[in-house]
């Protein structure tokens, strides 16, 4: 199932950077033009990343609190 579900979302991704080729205007440290497809793609990954920092953060907190669990039996 997540593997379908993988594979609708790179088809989506994939259609709306097709379907964006202008160039946009990008004001952030200065001024510089890219093309909207690139500007899209590159939000889509960071907030992947993001999602997976989170998870490891929980992950991590999860693996302490049943360590701190195991030594309180002894």
């Known amino acids: 199932m997540r593997n379908i579900f993988l594979v609708i979302l790179s088809v989506i991704i994939t259609l709306i950077c097709v379907r964006n080729p202008q160039s946009v ?23 992947i990343l993001f999602i997976n ?16 669990f195991d030594l309180a039996d002894e």
């Open 25 to 47: 205007q990008v004001n952030l440290l200065g001024e510089t033009q890219i093309a909207l497809w690139k500007l899209l793609l590159t939000f889509f990954i960071s907030g």
């Open 53 to 68: 920092l989170l998870k490891i953060g929980k992950k991590q907190q999860k693996i302490e609190a049943d360590r701190d």
